[in-house]
């Protein structure tokens, strides 16, 4: 630890110990997504999103959008069968429009994206997220922060009955085994 720490990482530190308050005052409007322990979502003004918290499945959505791996825009097809299993393509694409538009509604129609029709992404310029803080800080040989950040296991306490395949134990053992730690 005798090397400098990187300015990035103390400006994660800042963040975490101002609660936002550090991006709000760079007029920066990031919207705070932390899925590392129970999930919680902020909007750029610090207010917990209550109203994407309540909606688990769309909740789950959001977080499955900024963590799963490879990183980037997942198609609608593999997010339809992965969280309305249950449904044909129809109505299961109508569910996932539906889920998208109640998304953008409290955090911003810019934060989700598409490209083309198929495809489905985050904008990052818009999101921090605790879990690529987290892999940041371990690629970075900063297990000070890494452990600042880790507040609990993926999507603690997270069950989606109606999605079998959804499994948060499964991504955890895919976010340790990406970051090299098992």
Same mark, same amino acid.
């Given at each position: 630890?005798?090397?400098?720490?990187?300015?990035?990482?103390?400006?994660?530190?800042?963040?975490?110990?101002?609660?936002?308050?550090?991006?709000?005052?760079?007029?920066?409007?990031?919207?705070?997504?932390?899925? !590392?322990?129970? @999930?919680?979502?902020?909007? &750029?003004? $610090?207010?917990? +999103?209550?109203?994407? *918290? %309540?909606? #688990?499945?769309?909740?789950?959505? !959001?977080?499955? @959008?900024?963590?799963?791996? &490879?990183? $980037?825009?997942? +198609?609608?097809?593999? *997010? %339809?069968? #992965?969280?309305?299993?249950?449904?044909?393509?129809?109505?299961?694409?109508?569910?996932?429009?539906?889920?998208?538009?109640?998304?953008?509604?409290?955090?911003?129609?810019?934060?989700?994206?598409?490209?083309?029709?198929?495809?489905?992404?985050?904008?990052?310029?818009?999101?921090?997220?605790?879990?690529?803080?987290?892999?940041?800080?371990?690629?970075?040989?900063?297990?000070?922060?890494?452990?600042?950040?880790?507040?609990?296991?993926?999507?603690?306490?997270?069950?989606?009955?109606?999605?079998?395949?959804?499994?948060?134990?499964?991504?955890?053992?895919?976010?340790?085994?990406?970051?090299?730690?098992?």
């Amino acid at each position: 630890w005798a090397r400098k720490v990187p300015p990035t990482f103390v400006f994660v530190l800042e963040l975490l110990s101002s609660g936002g308050t550090v991006l709000r005052g760079r007029g920066v409007s990031l919207i705070e997504l932390r899925v !590392l322990g129970s @999930l919680d979502l902020r909007g &750029p003004g $610090g207010e917990e +999103t209550l109203s994407v *918290l %309540t909606q #688990l499945k769309r909740a789950t959505l !959001l977080a499955y @959008l900024a963590v799963a791996h &490879p990183r $980037g825009f997942h +198609t609608r097809d593999k *997010l %339809t069968g #992965l969280f309305w299993p249950g449904l044909d393509q129809e109505r299961a694409r109508a569910a996932l429009r539906q889920s998208l538009y109640t998304l953008r509604q409290p955090l911003g129609e810019d934060l989700i994206r598409s490209r083309g029709t198929e495809e489905v992404g985050l904008d990052w310029e818009r999101l921090w997220c605790d879990v690529i803080a987290f892999e940041e800080a371990i690629e970075q040989d900063d297990p000070e922060t890494a452990l600042q950040l880790y507040r609990g296991d993926l999507l603690e306490g997270v069950f989606l009955s109606d999605c079998p395949d959804f499994d948060g134990a499964y991504m955890m053992s895919n976010l340790w085994e990406m970051t090299g730690y098992r």
